[in-house]
């Protein structure tokens, strides 16, 4: 905080409103608006362009260098040193775990996998052919219809327990709902696997043979749930929390966000891009698609480019570019995708229209051709980003309460008609 203030002038008003300015550790400081409603007006910002909701501990971006910090620590480090769990950690508690710490960690995450077999019948009510993400937002609202003596989100233990359970559980669910979809059996969680193979295990594995998991496959999964595991206040984050601030238990806040981060905008971009790849289909078709993305009256737009933050590259996008070329010579495969999307980049990155505009590969476009090589159908990637995601939306459903915000209630800018008299029928 500091001793700033700014002032602002409005024709018609005698004084100018002072207003609180506040200095984050990293970033622009940020003007307090909080005392213009006493003044008798609002700011108005669709999108929330210019706005911040809520103060934070948690994540740092810096979208005109592509630098993204959780907890301070730089996303490269996080992605090359450390597990998807230990991430997950350190958003929920604000340091990295030792070793000891890690262990213990794993293994109360561990305890809670299984799903109870009444919510496995669940499933059984979608059609084969509901999308995961559909299935995901139903059945992670319906893990509160089981818990609740344990409900009370001021209790520390409830909390930790509802985190613990949420993020155990997420892999648990998310596979059963691709096992539904393919109509094999679903598989119990194997609880001697790390976090990450136990999902893969889940996903593949069948009760008839033995699935040992593929190293490379635990990593690249690994890798791809810490890139996704935090974006500071992104459209599903915010969820979580305008949720939360009611009051609602954890578990619907989460499967709040689960849908908001279904839309294309968002979390649905990585199926986006793979579907955008696969209409491209070759390489000389590439140009022609660059040209629609730039017609103004074409709301085509290139899938897995652009972000509201970064004007600069995306960090997440580059180390998923080098993951994406690693997994794909590791697997020995070669997917004509990963051509397309090469020279796509390479012809993106030179026009003039995406470079004035500070259009630039994010997080989701090399994260589908990932998936693709490691066998993950394609209507299963925004569930992907999902489970990585909910590391996230943890650390910041418990810091929101921790700091006991106010239920989040936007004003708005109206428009529609002055107040008017309802006419009798016949004289409408
Ligand atoms: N292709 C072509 N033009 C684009 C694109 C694109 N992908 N993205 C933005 N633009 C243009 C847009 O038409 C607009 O032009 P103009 O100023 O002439 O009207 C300008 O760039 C600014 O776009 P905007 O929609 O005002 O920017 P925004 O910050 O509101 O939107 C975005 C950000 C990510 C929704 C948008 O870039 C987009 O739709 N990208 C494609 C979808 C995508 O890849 N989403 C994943 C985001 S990263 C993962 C995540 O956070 O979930």
Known sequence: MSDRKARLSIDGCTQPIE?????????PDVIDVGDLSGHGFFTHDPGFTSTSSCESKITYIDGDKGVLLHRGYPIEQLAAQCSYLEVAYLLLNGELPN???????????SRHSMVTEWLRDFYNGFRYDAH????????????????????DIHDA???????HRLLSKMPTLAAIAYKHSIGQPALYPRNELDYTSNFLYM??????????????????MDRIFILHADHEQNASTSTVRLAGSTGANPFTCIAAGVAALWGPSHGGANEAVIHMLEEIGDIKNVDSVVARAKDKDDPFRLMGFGHRVYKNFDPRATVMKQTCDEVLEALGVSDPSLEIAKRLEEIALEDDYFIEKKLYPNVDFYSGIILRAIGIPLNMFTVIFALGRTAGWLAHWNEMIAEGSKIGRPRQLYTGPAKRDVKPLGER
Do not use: K, N, W
């Open 99 to 109: 070793a000891a710490q890690g262990a213990e960690f794993s293994s109360a995450i």
């Open 203 to 220: 996903m593949y594995g069948t009760p008839c043979e033995t699935y040992e998991v593929d190293p490379v496959v635990a990593r690249a």
């Open 19 to 27: 207003l609180a300015v506040h200095s984050p550790t990293l970033g």
């Open 157 to 163: 233990e409830h909390q930790q327990i509802t985190t």
């Open 132 to 151: 995961p993400m559909a299935m995901l937002c139903g059945v992670v609202g319906a893990l509160s219809s089981f818990y609740h003596d344990l409900l």
